[in-house]
């Protein structure tokens, strides 16, 4: 098989390419990728545990430390104990956080918009349903 027919060259490449443009655009921000895809889940799931925000962003809880230790400096998101759980602590996606968060959520989008440029509805909704598949399939497989 040639590397340029392989199925996870492909899809490396592709991420790859995706994550760098992405990269490129909210340098601006000084915001990584990594760091905008745990204070935009805050968005949704503000006040959960760093034990959660792992399992939901699908990273290594170290990471997450890490990543959440980052954004707290910035002033993008606070932490604070859990009365449930003395070991662990919540996340909170601060005001300054959900502003920043509002100006590259279209960012995000202008990207995605790029990379799927040419492809139609149908198209693109098959590779969103693939692309799930394959997920579950890995996690499946890992997880047994």
């Known amino acids: 098989m040639k590397m340029d027919e392989s199925m996870g060259f492909i899809l490396n490449v592709t991420t790859r390419k995706f994550l760098q443009l992405l990269s490129l655009k909210f340098s601006l921000y000084d915001i990584t990728t990594e760091q905008w895809s745990l204070l935009n889940l805050l968005e949704d799931y503000n006040g959960i545990s760093q034990k959660d925000l792992a399992k939901r962003s699908e990273k290594d809880p170290a990471n997450v430390t890490r990543i959440l ?3 707290e400096r910035k002033g ?4 604070i104990p859990n009365l449930e759980d003395r070991r662990s602590f919540l996340a909170y996606i601060t005001d300054e956080g959900i502003e920043l968060n509002k100006k590259l959520i279209p960012i995000e989008h ?35």
């Open 110 to 144: 202008d990207v995605v918009n790029i990379a799927l440029n040419n492809l139609s509805d149908e198209k693109i909704a098959l590779l969103r349903e693939s692309l799930k598949e394959i997920t579950t399939n890995i996690n499946n497989y890992t997880n047994d």
């Open 76 to 79: 993008l998101i606070k932490r």
């Open 69 to 71: 230790d980052q954004l």
